[in-house]
């Protein structure tokens, strides 16, 4: 059975170990930037099997306007079992219905989403990381 928690603490550890599960093109074996990414997201939503963390949102927001989803990471072995669509559905509860969730999808979850809710825009712009 899979719980899901707010605001429970993950470890460096943890994230690294389902982004690298997930097939989500992160710097997983930097452990010190995935401890910067916990330190400084705003809202962290887990999903655990037992002890072993299976799932993540994680996002910055202004809790007044919009959210920007950074990650949504299932471990592959739990993919396809509703996990994705209850950490967001969890995350937006916890932001409440004045607040947009936008993301920027990796090229192979654009099917993904649309099946959880999201609608496509053509209005993103983005100057990317040089690391």
Known sequence: MIRYQEGKVVSAADL????????????YQDLERMQKMIDHADVIISAWDGEKLVGIARA?????????????????AYQRNGIGKQL?????????????????SSPIAVDYYPRIGFTHSDKCYVIAREK
């Open 60 to 76: 910055i927001t202004d809790y007044a306007y919009c959210c920007y989803l950074s990650d949504l990471a299932v471990d592959k």
């Open 16 to 27: 690294s170990t389902v982004f690298a599960n997930s097939g989500i093109k992160r710097p």
């Open 88 to 104: 967001v559905e969890r995350l937006r509860e916890s932001l409440g219905a004045e607040v947009s969730l936008v993301l920027l």
